[in-house]
């Protein structure tokens, strides 16, 4: 379901993974779809964000502010560790392949929460628009290709109670080993193929290991 702008959803960072909560409700949690699909919960990992995934959520912060007419939080995560000449360079790289796909998109929403009761689980969405007049899940990846990436853009199309007809997965790799052409690509993936990643979503968040709703809720 989408979250209601007057009932907004907040988040506990924590080593834990990321875990969504009503600010009504703070001990009720719901573990992002990231987590339980990277395997994250009740061990301990680094919550150190890495120069590339600074860079993507940059990359994604001003192409879905062209889609909406509110105002999104400006990424605000440091970027160590490289030349400020070759984080420019990316940025700039995905921006180009993202125009150069000259996708036909008119948004429905963009930036928005969204959760479900069974499985609970909660996430944010990039953009839920009409592609080419398909209603369509989109999701933006600035990194290679993972065999993941299906998996949990289903369990947000779930989250939409299945209002999508397909998904799109938006390349925008910058990295010019893996991408020497700089050229983005689109992966859609129809009813059939969401239902079958969803199938798999729903075994990880079986075998997911909870922690203890106090680990979680002291990181607020």
């Not at 930036?111 to 499985?119: G, L, N, Q």
């Not at 910058?174 to 969803?198: C, M, T, W």
Request: proline share 7%; glycine share 4%; net charge neutral.
């Amino acid at each position: 379901m989408l979250v209601n702008n007057h009932k907004p959803m907040s988040t506990y960072e924590t080593p834990y993974g990321r875990y969504y909560y009503f600010m009504e409700e703070p001990t009720t949690v719901y573990p992002s779809v990231s987590t339980v699909v990277h395997g994250g919960g009740s061990k301990k990992r680094s919550t150190y964000t890495t120069p590339y995934a600074a860079i993507g959520t940059l990359v994604h912060w001003r192409i879905l502010q062209r889609y909406t007419n509110e105002r999104l939080d400006i990424p605000r995560d440091p970027i160590h560790k490289m030349k400020t000449s070759e984080v420019y360079r990316r940025i700039d790289s995905s921006l180009k392949q993202w125009d150069k796909l000259q996708m036909r998109i008119k948004p429905i929403c963009v930036e928005r929460a969204v959760f479900s009761k069974i499985p609970p689980v909660a996430g944010r969405l990039d953009m839920f628009c009409y592609l080419d007049g398909v209603r369509t899940l989109l999701d933006i990846k600035t990194g290679k290709e993972y065999p993941d990436n299906p998996v949990q853009i289903s369990s947000y199309v779930n989250m939409l109670n299945w209002s999508p007809k397909q998904a799109a997965l938006v390349y925008l790799d910058a990295d010019l080993e893996r991408n020497p052409e700089q050229e983005g690509h689109i992966k859609l993936l129809n009813k059939y193929d969401l239902e079958v990643s969803f199938g798999e979503f729903k075994e990880r968040f079986v075998d997911f290991d909870m922690p203890d709703v106090s680990e979680i809720i002291k990181y607020g």
